[in-house]
């Protein structure tokens, strides 16, 4: 299978503007992205290098609700306004088609790979592919997949000259890890393993029941819990205005260390 790295992650909330504004008050840049114009979605970014913060909101509840092939913008629909949770981590490959064998051949129900695409806060076309997975594993959502039309080095560049990737007022910052709370985290880490070729592994000491995947440079933690959900993001910083702090957006965690 194509290498899958950690690329962003979906956490649906009713107002753009409160997580925007959240982030700006601790020093931390985000901005509203755009509207996904056949989808009925619109977005709010924070970007840390490659991986970056996508809060969802629905811009239009009748397109959303007709939306196909995206569970996505499915989930959005049914969990919105009640629950402003962390939806799920989506995994870059830049074979999405090798990725869609692999998955097939595991038995898992796949949409179709999908041409996506939005217009940015300055009117500018951002398009890409991507493929989401329907079901769950004992009540965890599967990740999806997607395949930018720029390769890693040349996307950075692309965002970097674009002012989209630019230096948080903080300080530095990067993202280490999502955080999963599962009723099984050795069978979650396992599967999860086994689908995307993330290579896993047990804490040292093996107390807390605690399991880790390696995606590119972070990682994703299967910790104890009921919830089975992704429900923490933890940054790495060297920003004394950050260091310790926990941003709450709806259910939500954002870590500093």
């Known amino acids: ?24 008050e601790h020093g931390l840049t985000a901005f509203r992205g755009g509207s996904h114009k056949d989808w009925g979605t619109y977005n709010a970014l924070s970007y840390f290098g490659l991986t970056y913060l996508e809060f969802l909101g629905i811009e239009n509840l009748e397109l959303a609700r007709a939306t196909k092939h995206n569970v996505v ?55 890409w592919r991507m493929m989401t997975i329907d079901g769950d594993f004992q009540g965890l959502p599967y990740p999806f997949i997607i395949q930018w039309n720029e390769r890693d080095e040349q996307r950075l560049d692309s965002l970097n000259s674009a002012g989209i990737n630019r230096p948080h007022p903080a ?3 990067e993202v280490v890890s999502a955080g999963f709370r599962v009723s099984d985290p050795a069978a979650a880490a396992s599967h999860w393993s086994e689908l995307f ?12 029941g605690s399991y880790s995947l390696k995606a590119g440079d972070q990682t994703f933690e299967f910790t104890p819990g009921e919830e089975n959900r992704l429900s923490r993001i933890v940054f790495r910083t060297d920003s004394p205005q950050l260091k310790g702090q926990t941003l709450t957006v709806g259910e939500g965690e954002y870590v500093f260390e």
């Open 1 to 24: 299978m194509s290498l899958l790295k950690w690329d962003h992650l979906v956490h649906y909330v009713n107002d753009l503007n409160q997580p925007v504004q959240l982030f700006a």
């Open 73 to 127: 913008v499915r989930d959005a629909v049914t969990l919105l306004p009640e629950h402003e949770v962390l939806s799920r981590v989506v995994l870059r490959t830049d074979d999405i088609e090798a990725v869609e064998a692999q998955l097939r051949q595991a038995g898992l129900l796949l949409s179709p790979i999908i041409d996506g695409r939005r217009l940015d806060n300055l009117g500018r076309l951002i398009e």
């Open 171 to 173: 300080g530095q910052v």
């Open 197 to 208: 070729g993330l290579p896993v592994s047990a804490p040292a000491d093996g107390s807390d």
